[in-house]
């Protein structure tokens, strides 16, 4: 009854490419990323959309805990404001700030190489998770009101998030 759940949410489209770049540097997917048939082959499977429906992972957890129980962080965060984020997760979980060097807050790690998103993938994952984006902006505003207003544009992040919150509660 008391279980605190810290849910780490990035731009959707931008997330699972990062996650076939991750797969195809690990030798998890062999086919080729330029492949539109091979990378649609993983990213339609049911386990793989999932991932970043958060409007359906949220429902799913509201449904047994409360929303006061429940922490969305944004990736784009860890990267603007890491001392933010940390600060605002170590206030949710109600344990003590951990100060850090922050040159270990800014260094990236499982960094993939870099690779052009095929423009018919990211039209079709655009296609699939705008429903679940354009309930969150509605809902929540904020960072997901950001990503539905740069849908499909290349780097989706925004460049002005300073004024957007770290994190929030549903």
Not at 66 to 77: K, S, V
Not at 113 to 126: F, T
């Amino acid at each position: 009854p008391s279980a605190k759940i810290v849910l780490l949410v990035r731009e959707p489209v931008e997330r699972a490419w990062s996650a076939m770049r991750f797969y195809k540097r690990i030798g998890r997917f062999r086919g080729e990323l330029d492949s539109v048939s091979d990378v649609l082959a993983v990213l339609s499977q049911e386990e793989h959309r999932r991932r970043g429906d958060y409007a359906s992972i949220l429902e799913d957890f509201t449904r047994f805990f409360n929303p006061r129980q429940i922490l969305i962080c944004f990736y784009d965060c860890i990267e603007t404001k890491p001392k933010q984020l940390l600060a605002d997760i170590y206030s949710f979980l109600g344990v003590a700030c951990i100060s850090g060097d922050k040159r270990q807050l800014s260094t990236r790690r499982n960094v993939s190489p870099s690779h052009e998103m095929p423009s018919e993938i990211r039209d079709w994952l655009v296609d699939t998770y705008k429903p679940s984006i354009e309930f969150l902006a509605t809902k929540y505003g904020g960072y997901f009101t950001h990503w539905l207003e740069n849908l499909g544009r290349e780097d989706p992040r925004p460049s002005h998030c300073s004024d957007l919150p770290a994190a929030i509660n549903p």
